[in-house]
Structures are given as C-alpha cells and as structure tokens.
C-alpha cells in the first residue's frame, strides 16, 4: 500500500473544492457499503453448485469487501481533512444499491463491474483534477486496487457464464454493454465539473470508460478460460468437453 502523507493537510485551492468536493463525497458514499446481500447470494450460489471454488470465491469476497470499505475510509478521512461534510444518501447510489438488492449474483457481479471499471477512469481523472498530494496519491491507490478488483470479478463473472447456455451468455453479454452505457451517461451528469476539471469531455469520458469496458470485456469471456463444462456435475463415464458459444 503507497504512504499517504497526510501531515500536508488537503492542500485543495477553492477551485479545486468547489468542483470536486461533491463528486469525492458522491465516490465515498459508493466504496461504503457494507457487502452483506453480496456475501449472502454468494453463499447460497456456493451452497447450490457445492463447487469448492464457488465456496472459496466467498472467503476471497470477504476480502474485496474489506478493501473496498478500506477505499471509503481513505476518502473519509481526505473528506475530514478538506472539511467537506460525508454524505448518507444520493439518488444513483440508492438506484444502483437497490438493482443489486434485486438480483442475482450474476447481476450483481455485472453492475459491481460497471461501477469498478468506470472508477478506473473517474480516478484517473480525479488525480489530473488537483494538486492536492494527499488525493493524488489516494487516487493512484485506488487504480492500483481496481485493476486486480476488476479482474477478480470478471474472472468470476466468466465462471458463472460458461455454466449457462450460449444465447443466454449473449443476451447477458448486450445487457451489460446497455447498463454500461446508461452508467457512464449517470456518472457525467452526476460528477461533471471534477471530470472537466480533470481534463476529459463527455466525448473522452466515453471513449475512456468503454475502452477500459473492451478490456474487462475480454476478462468476462468464458471462452478465454480452459474451463471444463461442469455444470451440471457429469454421470460417472461421461466425457467433458469444452465451453463454446
């Protein structure tokens, strides 16, 4: 984990505050959750398939959880510093919150990944947005946590893909790309100014967010892996063959 020199104080100028104090506290209030729905439906996904992977996913999703609470803590505490109050509510996070409390873990995963990749280049912008060293260098903790995060996810995410049938991968496949776009067209609206003053247009911001989607995208493809079809677990005597769609 990179030292943050946090004796330096905020080090934000008024400008800086005023256009990037609301977007950080907006990002605080999205690394908070507490992860409970999402260890609960991984565990009864665990139980249902009695996959030790899937059951080993959950001990590793307990982890992921803990870093991400470990991200709002980092970004509290820079809120404490710059004296910009916490949020406890904002409309896309309470949406966002409730779709997953909605659905399944595949869902869950997808939405989790459309926040996780667009992170990555809110972050990066977040950094160009100010010269404050203290959320520099937070930021580049962050993008630095995020490319294993995404890759954790996705990888899982291709897992529970490659057990279900191949229009049905297809149409989950159009699905996220649809929530990906709608996503970033929420994230500009909502965190506008610290995106301009990180340097990106609505035009950047888009060709930025689904280039880094191309990227996981191939993470999430069940036929990367040399993954075995074994769902559901084969009669004794019968052959395995791989995943193709």
């Not at 984990?1 to 946090?6: A, F």
């Not at 905020?10 to 609301?22: F, W």
């Not at 992977?53 to 992921?64: G, I, K, R, T």
């Not at 809110?122 to 630095?144: F, G, M, P």
Request: hydrophobic share 45%; aromatic share 10%.
């Amino acid at each position: 984990m990179l030292r943050i020199p946090w004796s330096r104080g905020a080090e934000l100028t008024l400008e800086e505050k005023v256009a990037i104090s609301d977007s950080v506290a907006r990002f605080q209030l999205g690394e908070s959750g507490q992860g409970r729905h999402f260890l609960r439906v991984a565990r009864k996904y665990a139980d249902r398939t009695a996959d030790a992977e899937d059951a080993f996913y959950v001990d590793a999703l307990q982890m992921f959880v803990a870093e991400e609470q470990r991200h709002a803590e980092l970004l509290g505490r820079f809120l404490d510093l710059a004296e910009v109050p916490r949020i406890q509510q904002e409309w896309s996070n309470h949406c966002f919150r409730r779709l997953r409390h909605l659905a399944g873990l595949e869902l869950i995963i997808s939405v989790l990944l459309t926040a996780e990749i667009i992170a990555r280049v809110y972050y990066a912008a977040l950094r160009r947005a100010t010269d404050s060293t203290v959320l520099k260098r937070i930021c580049e903790q962050l993008l630095r946590d995020e490319v294993m995060h995404i890759r954790f996810q996705a990888e899982r995410l291709a897992r529970i893909r490659r057990r279900l049938p191949c229009w049905r991968n297809r149409l989950a496949v159009r699905m996220q790309r649809l929530l990906f776009g709608a996503t970033c067209v929420v994230v500009w609206i909502g965190h506008y100014h610290a995106l301009r003053r990180g340097g990106l247009t609505f035009s950047e911001f888009w060709k930025r967010s689904h280039g880094e989607f191309r990227v996981a995208s191939k993470l999430m493809d069940p036929g990367r892996y040399e993954i075995l079809a074994d769902w559901p677990p084969p009669r004794p005597g019968a052959v395995r063959v791989k995943v193709a769609c």
